[in-house]
């Protein structure tokens, strides 16, 4: 595994904020769609290879990104980019009352299903916007809690259901933990921008059902898939270990995903399980998911052992990043340390683009490039963005 010998200093302030710009730097000349909207579809080196693909995933992503850019002083353009993001967004509005998860840039509907995922996305759309002083962002959170209420909670299971038909009156009995983390996500979130106590009480409650009642029953670490009564389902997508929104297998970057959100979570409820499960949750991903032999996180593990999928996330690294950065701060503990900057390491040899920007989307196990596709619908390095203000956020670094 070809390595560097000279690191820039991950833990410095300077390093995250020029970390930031290089991202923004990727997609700022090539993003922004004039007709409405941006484009999602991006090879390595900035090509838009379709302009007509809108997946809900992306459309809300970048509301997120420009959101966060304008509000902590990446330029006072991304406000007006954030609007435009955000104006982009009701075009997936269905009479229905849902938002589809995949339309044109002209606003044909590809798949017109009403993801909880993609709902729980418009919610923290909103709240993005909101919390950045775009006030049409409130409609947003209005809307998507309405939704994910209506369409989705499970009262006697706490618990978002996942999928409905475009004409929402099936709902489908496959349930999944994916739509929840990121429920959980959107809701505090949207308190952080509202201060309403019912979003930060319905975060704290999947937070808790997840990451300490199903994760009792799965050895403590967070199963991606469930039967309609909320049972672990073990098969389910056996065949598809890769697949991008319900991979089978243990996933490593979703333990730390949750890791991170309790870390969060913390800052407003002093609970004292908040703490230890964190760790509990990126050690075990780490334990099993650390390739000793290549370096990185794999994508998946199995429940009996072994890598179910070895490759290589960027979002996965990514995720860890902010976790093992929390946990330091919140435990002192050497090992976090040293486990952000092995992350980092990696991600520096294998997963960022020092040619053109951004970070690239999969790598093979060994940590080799499989396609040319760095952004391809539902990336737009949301994770990586994401990840790098959550660590600014946190504090600790130092200047230089």
Known sequence: METRLNYPGFTTRAFLQRHIRSILDFYEPVARDPAGGFFHCFTDDGRVYDAATRHLVSSTRFVFNYAHAYRLGYGDHYRQWARHALAFVHAHRQPAGHYAWEITNEGRVLDGRAMAYGQAFVLLAGASALE?????????????????????????????ADERDASLQRLDPYRGQNANMHACEALLAAYQA?????????????????????????????????????????????????????????QPGHQAEWAKLLLQLAQHNREDWLLPTARGLLDKAWERGWDKEHGGLVYGYAPQGGFADAHKYFWVMAEAIAAAWRLW????????????????????????????????????????????????????DYHTLGACWDLLATGGQSEE
Request: proline share 4%; with cysteine.
């Open 132 to 160: 950045a002083g775009i006030a049409e962002g409130r409609e947003l959170v209005d809307d998507a809690w309405k939704i994910l209420e209506t369409l989705f909670w499970e009262e006697e299971r706490a618990a978002y």
């Open 194 to 250: 509202t201060g309403e106590q019912a979003f930060l009480d319905r975060s704290m409650l999947l937070a808790q059902g997840f990451t300490t009642r199903h994760a009792a029953a799965t050895g403590g670490q967070v199963w991606e898939h469930y039967t309609t009564d909320w049972r672990p389902d073990w098969e389910y997508n056996q065949d598809k270990p890769d697949d991008l929104f319900k991979p089978w297998g243990f």
């Open 329 to 380: 701060r919140a435990c002192g503990e050497q090992e976090y340390l040293d486990k952000y900057k092995q992350l980092w390491r990696y991600a520096w040899d294998h997963l960022i683009d020092h040619k053109h920007g951004a970070w690239f989307r999969i790598r093979s196990r060994e940590g080799r490039a499989i396609d040319d596709l760095k952004s391809p619908p539902g990336k737009v």
